[in-house]
T-cell receptor, first 112, second 111 residues
Framework: QKEVEQDPGPLSVPEGAIVSLNCTYS??????FMWYRQYSRKGPELLMY????GNKEDGRFTAQVDKSSKYISLFIRDSQPSDSATYLC????????????FGSGTRLLVRP | DSGVTQTPKHLITATGQRVTLRCSPR?????VYWYQQSLDQGLQFLIQ???????AKGNILERFSAQQFPDLHSELNLSSLELGDSALYFC??????????FGPGTRLTVT
């Protein structure tokens, strides 16, 4: 079993829709969680990070962590075609190395 | 632009060969992380250096090695290459926290 699981999609939505991207994780020692966006043939770009449980908002993006259910979510409001990319969730390994453990990524397509 | 540079962008080589991938971290970042991204395995952590010293190792093959130089740039050496080593190799840099900034990657094709 992978430590961070993510539905690969693809997820196709119309422009303006609210997008919900989700991950689950198995290691209860994970404390820091990140969302990266990766455009085709580019490096991952850090979108947001959250610590422990709770919500964090940045513009159209909201990251949510529910430690009780080991569930990580990213919500995108008013989605745009430029949001079309692969979204990777990640957790920081709890061994002080700061290495990241990634989910497999969800491919999102926002249709104009 | 993350501020992390990687060279070369593309590399095509034959099985059994050895290649070196180079990474320059963002200005001020002391940590360099190497990741491999393949279709079947996703993005996998290989190794981390912090200020010239190896800090953590992931699922890095014995045929692979890395180092970080005094100017903080890093090199990932891949030897005795196999077809299965074909992948995207990313370098990320950070200041010693969970925030990591990725370079554009090197696409390695082994034929």
């Amino acid at each position: 079993q992978k430590e961070v699981e993510q539905d690969p999609g693809p997820l196709s939505v119309p422009e303006g829709a609210i997008v919900s991207l989700n991950c689950t994780y198995s290691n209860s020692a994970f404390q820091y969680f990140m969302w990266y966006r990766q455009y085709s043939r580019k490096g991952p770009e850090l979108l947001m990070y959250t610590y422990s449980s709770g919500n964090k908002e940045d513009g159209r993006f909201t990251a949510q962590v529910d430690k009780s259910s080991k569930y990580i979510s990213l919500f995108i409001r008013d989605s745009q075609p430029s949001d079309s990319a692969t979204y990777l969730c990640a957790a920081e390994a709890p061994d002080s190395s700061y290495k990241l453990i990634f989910g497999s990524g969800t491919r999102l397509l926002v249709r104009p | 632009d993350s501020g992390v540079t990687q060279t070369p962008k593309h590399l095509i080589t034959a099985t059994g060969q050895r290649v070196t991938l180079r990474c320059s971290p963002r200005s001020g970042d002391l940590s360099v992380y190497w990741y491999q991204q393949s279709l079947d395995q996703g993005l996998q952590f290989l190794i981390q250096y912090y200020n010239g010293e190896e800090r953590a190792k992931g699922n890095i093959l014995e045929r692979f090695s890395a180092q970080q130089f005094p100017d903080l740039h890093s090199e990932l050496n891949l030897s005795s290459l196999e077809l299965g080593d074909s992948a995207l190799y990313f370098c990320a840099s950070g200041g010693g926290s969970y925030e990591q900034y990725f370079g554009p990657g090197t696409r390695l094709t082994v034929t």
